[in-house]
């Protein structure tokens, strides 16, 4: 059985005017100890998924319908203090700016043993005791004396560490990652990039990283969510979707990378922009930028469909896979 | 995203209805009672001369038989007389609506002198920075620590001593928005320095200088208008401040005259007779004078909260 | 530092040893600390700019790329003239220009223009896409008639794909790729040779990237333009970039052409740097791991700033600071381990 079971999840904003949906339907599942990448450009609607998976989602942001396994438990229906109980303790999350996470006034220390305290019956220095072995376990220098430190005596790179050992504290089985690794550096992404891979192999935890950089998703996910405006519209293995993009979108978000021209050349872009999601247009939402777009796309939503080792939401798609089949079968 | 519909211009009013200050003031009935209230103050006042019955200004229309006469509800009233009148026989409806007017007048005078004053001082110092700012800031410091009381008493102490007390009530209108007016800029430089000192760091400001823009058109035409939401909701505040501030120092005998009645020196004039049974005189002017300040204070609440940045966009 | 081309007119624009040194302690008390049992006046400063020389040739695009904190902003804000430099020379076209006042750098304003990382702040927000986009060339050219303001607007505008019924609506309308368009119309107006772009993508998502960098491709050719490309992204300096210029802690320690840089980096920091970007392949890369992190330009490693992080770090590194020198393909490398030949 798999750890995660998404159905359907659907996340709506109710704003003055008129309600917005943001996702759309969204179903995937999530095995015990799998990596899961989600990508998308902003407005895709991969963090509120993120969101949505805690029951964090901030009004106007609601749950219209849908449900969250987890360990068979529908989130989606869980009570608060429950929840809670779920929250840091079985699934926990990383953001891409960890002063979000840290308390500005308490020593790493402190907000280490809180949480352990929060969660489990521990005396205050076994609870230490969890806290210095986590340190040691995401390799910072000098753990003993990072317990002592205030938030902002640390680095970028040094707290995003920190967050990670915060996250691991309570051996959760999932870790939600948004954007872990955006606002560090290069070589500062690569190690903590592979802090993370070696920390989720080793406990068997699972992951869902959520992020705009395809380099990331490849190097540390088994299996990826596309996102487009809400809804997913591609998913498959990361392998496959690196390597043979089905949908046009995702086609185009690797294609417009500049490592895939020549130096100097124009890139190959995607027209157009993501649209808002009050206006999101009939039809496909990618039809307006697609180069292969028909009338029918225009009008009709294409549905999710397993082509090959994907699933892909594309007519273009399906088309191509039909008229296979029909040459195959004469 | 861009599809651009040709409809006829709406008007303002629609446009501010949809805009969303509109929208926020829809959706805050306090707000929208406040405006309504307010708004139908400053049309009676404007429209007194229309309105009133009698003309307080003039002597010839006040008949000291018809002093100390109660408002309308109560036995004794003369029915030409709805809100009563005064020691002096002034009618208490006819010198409550020009009061307010002249209330209204000073305060809003007076507020614009200390815009004028704060918004020049307050982007200059944090725009140019440095000595500059050091020495205005230390110029409102000093300005803050004289109270609007004492900044008057010298005025008045000045004025009376030099010319005498005849010369100061005839221009007693004059000196007040002044003094109102100077003791206050500060509030105006300060918050106004702050937010110049945000706008300064943006790009925006970074684009317009490696245009080659001069200091004067970045700052008047780039800075400023970026930093009017904060002096909106001050302004608001500061109008109730200093209709306030017009009625303690007429109250206090040192700014209008009686002869000239603001909604203070109405209070002043009916202070004496309180317990001597004609307690409309000084209740009346003072109840409109508390709705007025409170509904520019309700007002001047909704709009912070409205025209705050991070609100604003939702 | 010698220039590696003999080219007959001086290159576009040149920095000569600059210097940018920002003071932490502003005011008199900031500055009075305690120290072996003596008060003393003592100021803080960052060193964000050390000793940077560097040349842009006409029609080149020089790629400065480098870590938060490098000061490869700071360098953009010094060519550009918002901000003074502490010592050395800033030269345009053969002529100092970093000790000019704002009145004599007026034509050379419309020879150079900025565009911003944050496309979201550039943009003056009260001001509608016509009103941005007109005044500067009513600015620079106050004998134009109306009817030519809008005209040089209009082809500004076409060229780079602002539609122009967007004139009179207000940058908060439009997405990020947007406004970086009219940012960049709005520098093309006054029809520049010579464009700073600071980190120009860093805001914009990947497919509108590619967009705003073809427009820059595209500017570049049809208006003969040279660049200074401020970026932290490796594969858009392999794209972009003509040549290179590689910042740790304010130094340069590898200037190449790129295609030279990233054939064969010599630098240790440089491979490191190379050897992280994430790729899309199979497993994870084996990056080159550095020591610690990247420490505060206040105090300064006294040799080699890339020292405390080096795995070929020396004696002699921890004390001299290396010279840039010419190596065998035309690069400029910052090393005594590459130049005594201790790296590979």
Redesign the interface.
Known sequence: MSLLSVRDLTVKFAMRSQTVTALHQISFDLARGERLGIVGESGAGKSITGFALMKLLSAPGYIDSGTIQFDGTDITQAPEAQMRQIRGNRIAMVFQDPMVTLNPVLTIGQQMVETLRAHRKLSRRDAQEIALTKLREVQIAAPELRLKQYPHELSGGMRQRIIIAMALLLDPDLIIADEPTTALDVTIQADIMELLLKLCQANKVGLILITHDLGVVSQLTERTLVMYAGRIVEAGKTREIINDPQHPYTQGLINALPQQTLPGQMLKQIPGAMPVLTDIPPGCPFSPRCAFALAECRRLLPQIMQQGSSEVACHEVNRLHSDLLLEEGR | ??N?LITPPPSRWARFWASPLG?SLR?NPVALVALLVFSVIVVLALLAPVIAPFDPYDPTQIDIMNSDLPPFWIPGAEPQFVLGSDDQGRDMWSAILYGTRLSLMIGLAAVALQATLGIAIGLAAGYLGGRVDSLLMRLADIQLSFSTLMLAIVVLAVTHAMWGAAVFDRYAVVAVIAVIGLAEWPQYARTLRATVLAERQ???V?????????PL?IML??IL??AMSPIFVISTVQVGNAIIAEASLSFLGLGLPASQPSLGALIASGFDYIFAGSWWITALPGGVLVVLVLVINLLGDWLRDALNPRLY?? | MKDTMTAPEPPLLELRGVEKRFALDQSLLERLRFRDGRLRMDRREVHAVNNVSLTVNRGEALCVVGETGCGKSTVARLVAGLLAPSAGEVRYAGARIDNQSRRDLAPLRRRMQMIFQNPYASLNPRMTIAQALEEPVRYHNPDLAPVDVRAKVLEVMQAVGVDPSWRDRYPHEFSGGQRQRIAIARALTVDPEFIIADEPLAALDVSIQAQVLNLMLEAKVARGLTYLFITHDLSVVQHFGTRVAVLYLGTVCELADTATLFAAPKHPYTRALLSAVPQMRDGMPDHIRLKGEIPTPITLPKGCPFETRCAYADQRCRVEKPRPQQQRDGSLVACHAVEEGRVD
Do not use: I
């Open positions: 995203m861009s651009l929208d959706g943006k790009e925006y970074d684009s317009a200088r490696v245009l080659g823009f001069g058109r035409r780039h208008p970026n966009k939702v």
